[in-house]
């Protein structure tokens, strides 16, 4: 790999004279092919969205949002307050009581049809958006995160009006109220979407805070909530740090709450809704397995170790974080990790080349490097690629340790970042007791030729979701979620509306609407899930 | 209560045996007419964590043996209480029921006993799901059972409560630690014997007796079980407190009042889905 830039390049250099080195030199040299910005527009102020009206937080309070890439301040942004929290509740209460939950089904699906349709219209504009706000690689947004956002409403659309047959039983589902919605930094619009669709289709009105680092692609879907008509106040949206988010998931008007992000602050989230009554999902952290059997297809596998912890930098909760390689392959197959680790591009996230984008956010990037440390100082041994990172922003290159101690902290902690922990197993049971020796249970991979292995794997990993033969496949009609300590509740596909429906006649309680003191019984609104 | 003309000491039912409190604290319980009705052991904590890792051991098993098996077994432990209905119907009694409440009582248990019996082999089929994906995968959603589930059982309802809840945990593959009635503690424990003598693993679901108010938040606190079912809990301070409680390993609580749904056994279970390519 190289630095030079084509304008860089010698003619002289060119001349087929000048010898096969320097033919070497030329065809390695890199040409960027970066993304241009001028399809988007960023506004220096961005406003909290409420009721379907932009509008300063409390006191004008804002706080600056980063590019990750060059660490420049890209835009400020209205910082939510408890009381502007209170207003957005109050403007999804509204909606609920006065439009939405009356609506003819077909007109909710209706509504999200057209934004799925926006969505693809835009789609370029979300994606370069997306990759200059957080620091994704352009091909990531471009080809994952923004169509599978699309998919997202598409999907929950034709769900809208055919709830009654969704669970059988002659069940009627109704919707909850108001959904709080919380969601994380890496996957900023595709969240939103996971989030917002099934909410909406199920009859809900929403209050999404979107991650204090990613809140651009949140605030230009408003432009197109508003082209597709819909009624003001379903979604809101404040921006936001922790307070604003506490503020939310304990806000006593809410009916659901709806959290992704770390297991720490979700058993705060846990906590605070067994205060409010509020029902609640969570999809929280993971350290997910990623097993390869020695009759596997090597070479498949390494790419699908590839995929499984270097997308997205390494910021995806599923992320196949720990590789358990069985003993008689497992030098083999690091070599060749090894050598497709060093092929890895790291840069511009804008740049259509580039594979491992900027880390998210300063923070993020000290607890990358801190574990990393953590990790050399256990005893287990570091390589990391020597790619040059750029000279400003935030970039880690990508890592693998060997000889990992299954109980060392980087064998157990999640470091959310391109760090990848190798050990290995010689039987399937010892593959399954270090697979499943983690607190968490979001996802597991598992590679091997052989069929009955697959499935007698697959039932015995403690994992929402099961790669089998591939890695981090994600899609609107599939479930996906956590076992354990990786939060409850699924998102997608026919599991993923219960998140967002009541069953049964309704119980008494209070009127949910704006804070009431105590709060009604745990669970007032439907008594089967309190969860 | 001339059913328990030589009263028994009534054990807790914990690893398939029938077991004194290793506190040694024994209780009186009075019957409707103000004098004891019989003494029963009363659980302490160490009770319930000797139930708890009971249950974890038995649950690997009870989760491996298949729908029909587990289906039989259930249906059994309905034909065991159905043969008991005389005495189960005095303890009810003992307990403070009226005659043809308890009568009701043990009808409905058995009841409820069948209906999930006939659904091991069905949850499958109906919360799982072939997945169509936009892509060239197989993707298969499947119930599995969440493992370990801590059942405050109705103190009202000794019996039929106790089955409305504890069947459907069974039913999907889990393993139950259930506090019993405190009120009527006499036909819960004698369930243990039903239990017992119907091929269920010992250790599949395991019986407490005690103070509810002091066992239900160590069962909240337990590391080792993963959900909490807690319909029997009826103050709000209470519920509020296991769930507070249960934050710390992210138990499930739901509260389902036994409702006859397949959902009610889906509280307990969790959707794993697989994704596998299918192309050349």
Known sequence: MSDLEPSEIEPSELEPSAGLSAAAATFSAYAPAPESRSIVSIRDRYGLWIDGESTDAEGGATFASIEPATGDVIARIADASAADVDRAVLAARTAYETTWRDLSPSARGRHLFRIARLIQERAREFAVLESIDGGKPIRESRDVDVPLAAAHFFHHAG??????????????????????????????????????????????????????????????????LTEADLPPGVVNIVTGGAATGAALATHRGVDKVAFTGSTEVGRTIRRATAMTGARLTLELGGKSAHVVFDDAPIDQAVEGVVRGIWFNQGHVCCAGSRLLLQESIAEEFLEKLRRRMELLRVGDPLDNNTDIGAVNSEEQLARIRELCAVGVAEGAELVQSGCELPDRGWFFPPSLFTGVDTSSRIAVEEIFGPVLVSMTFRTPEEAIAKANATPYGLAAGVWTANGARILWMAQRLRAGVVWANTYNQFDPTSPFGGMRESGFGREGGRHGLEAYLQFGPPRGGPPRGGPVPGGPLPGSGDRRALR | MSGLGAPKTYKLYVGGAFIRSESGRVAPVAGPDGTVAARVCEASRKDLRDAVTAARTAQPGWAAAT??????????????????????????????????????????????????????????????????????????????????VGVVAP???????????????????????????????????????????????????????????????????????????ISGVTDEASARDLLVRSAHNLKRVARTDGARTPRTAGEFLEIKTVWHPARL
């Open chain 2, 67 to 148: 729908p029909y098996l587990r289906g039989q077994i259930l249906y059994r432990v309905a034909e065991m209480l159905d043969g008991r209905q005389e005495q189960f119907i005095d303890e009810l009694e003992a307990g403070g029921m009226q005659t043809d409440d308890a009568a009701a009582e043990v009808e409905a248990a058995v009841d409820a006993w069948i209906w999930w019996a006939g659904w091991t082999d069905k949850l499958a089929q109906v919360l799982g799901a072939v997945n169509p994906v936009a892509g060239p995968f197989l993707n298969v959603s499947t119930p599995e059972p969440t493992g370990v």
């Open chain 1, 159 to 224: 769900w809208a009006d055919k709830l009654d047959w969704a669970f059988g039983g002659g069940e009627s589902p109704r919707p909850l109220g108001v959904a709080a919605q919380i969601i994380p930094w890496n996957f900023p619009l595709l969240m939103a979407s996971w989030k917002i669709a099934p909410a909406l289709a199920c009859g809900n009105t929403v209050v999404l805070k979107p991650a204090e680092t990613t809140s651009l692609t949140a605030l230009l879907l408003t432009e197109i």
């Open chain 2, 155 to 229: 103190a009202d309802r000794p019996l039929a409560g106790l089955a409305e809840l504890l069947a459907p945990v069974l039913c999907g593959g889990n393993t139950a630690v259930v506090l019993a009635s405190e009120l009527s503690p006499f036909a819960p424990l004698t369930f243990g014997e039903v239990l017992a003598t119907s091929d269920l693993p010992a250790g599949a679901a395991n019986l407490l007796v005690g103070s509810t108010k002091d066992l239900a938040p160590w069962l909240a606190d337990h590391h080792d079980v993963d959900a909490l079912e």
